[in-house]
């Protein structure tokens, strides 16, 4: 088992990030546990310029050791971000390595790893520098098994040492029992939010993006109607502009987490095809699930001859979903149609009875 850290901070191995750091490593104890601290103001890391040659054509051109970080985060199956706080977030030192893993958070490919972070400051945004560090390492694909923050004004003047230290060596165990025990960790809504921007995204410009739409493409992520080569007439329509897209990326990843929401003790003998048509300025999305043997599933796009069919306004139907708009009440104002069986209408709300998809 590998364990990769990688310490941003310009006093290398004498400085407070490296004490907490050292005392998760020390918990990463057990056989055939290898460590290994790169510490980034040893290795040679250029800025990234902006090219975006490792999204168009999947490779950098800068000649430093990037390339050979990027190999040790592969090869290993822990990794740890560390870094001290400056001006409210990470150290320059960390944060040309992290602009320099760009094609890592385009094209992530590192799930089955699991990993952590530290933050060390003066006591001023340490959190949200940690959950940074998290949140990058998550885009990578990494399962996060947590953070730890320590606060000191210098090195070697730790806060409450006995606590961040005891602290510190229980996440280093819990690192390596995870990925022992290839612990699972459930996907949170901002990652599904993230995969369903990147997707949005990569598709829209594939032509530019071409090393992250091929990626995406290999990896099947591109499967929604809307993704395909050619266009299709029955999902979204006309050329929208740049607001109606961000609202379109919004609308599919709640209409993708309904089906989490669904009970199925209310839908016991039910088969029913449910078709939405949300309109949004000049697009319209199709979205349709299907309810079958208590099981719902959600797909863009439109069928025939659905159960029941429900159209309007976008907007409505995210403030429904948000609780701002009464349901019942947004039928009965007629700012929502519906066509087919009253009777799954009247079921809908209890099928759909948690809040996700809000
Ligand atoms: C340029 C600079 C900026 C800093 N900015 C912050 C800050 O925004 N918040 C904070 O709490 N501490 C700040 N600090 C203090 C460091 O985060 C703190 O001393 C930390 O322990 C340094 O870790 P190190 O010993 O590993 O370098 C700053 C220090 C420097 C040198």
Redesign the pocket.
């Known amino acids: 088992m590998k364990i990769l850290a990688i ?1 941003g ?4 191995l ?6 907490v750091l050292s005392e998760v490593l020390a918990g990463c104890t057990g056989e055939g546990v290898e460590i290994e601290t790169v510490v980034l103001s040893k290795q040679k890391i250029k800025y990234c310029v902006g090219c975006a040659n490792c999204l168009t054509k999947g490779a950098c051109n800068q000649k430093d050791d990037v390339a050979a970080i990027h190999d040790k985060m592969r090869e290993a199956d822990g990794i740890i971000l560390a ?7 990470v ?1 320059g030192q960390m944060k040309v390595f992290l602009d320099r893993c760009l094609p890592l958070g385009h094209r992530p490919s590192f799930h089955g790893k699991y990993g952590l972070s530290v ?8 959190v949200p520098t940690a959950d940074y560090l998290l949140g990058v390492l998550i885009a990578f694909g990494v399962a996060p098994v947590g953070t730890v923050c ?6 070697g ?2 806060e409450q040492q006995d606590v961040v230290v005891a602290y510190a060596r229980r996440l280093g165990r819990q690192l390596v029992t995870a990925i022992r025990e290839q612990h699972e960790y459930p996907e949170t809504g901002e990652q599904r939010r993230a995969h369903a921007f990147f997707r949005d995204l990569i598709y829209k410009y594939r032509k530019f993006f071409k090393a992250d739409y091929k990626y995406w493409k290999e990896q099947g992520w591109l499967t929604l109607p809307q993704a395909e080569e050619e266009p299709q007439p029955s999902t979204t329509t006309d050329v929208p502009s740049e607001v109606d897209e961000q609202a379109l990326v919004k609308l599919r990843s709640m209409l993708e987490a309904i089906p989490q929401a669904f009970d199925p003790s209310a839908a016991q003998g039910l088969d029913a095809i449910i078709q939405l048509v949300l309109h949004s300025g000049p697009k319209t999305l199709n979205w349709y699930f299907t309810i079958r043997e208590q099981k719902c599933q959600g797909k863009e796009g439109s069928v025939p001859n659905p159960s029941l069919l429900l159209e309007g306004p976008a907007e409505t139907w995210v403030a429904i979903s948000e609780g701002r708009i009464d349901g019942a009440q947004a039928f009965v104002q007629g700012d929502f149609k519906f066509e087919g069986d009253l009777q799954v209408l009247m079921q809908f709300s209890t099928l759909f009875s948690s809040q996700a998809g809000s």
């Open positions: 310490l901070s310009p006093h290398g004498r400085g407070a990030t490296n004490g870094s001290p706080v400056y001006l409210g977030t150290t933050a060390v400051s003066a006591g001023f945004m340490d320590g606060i000191a004004a210098a090195p003047l730790l």
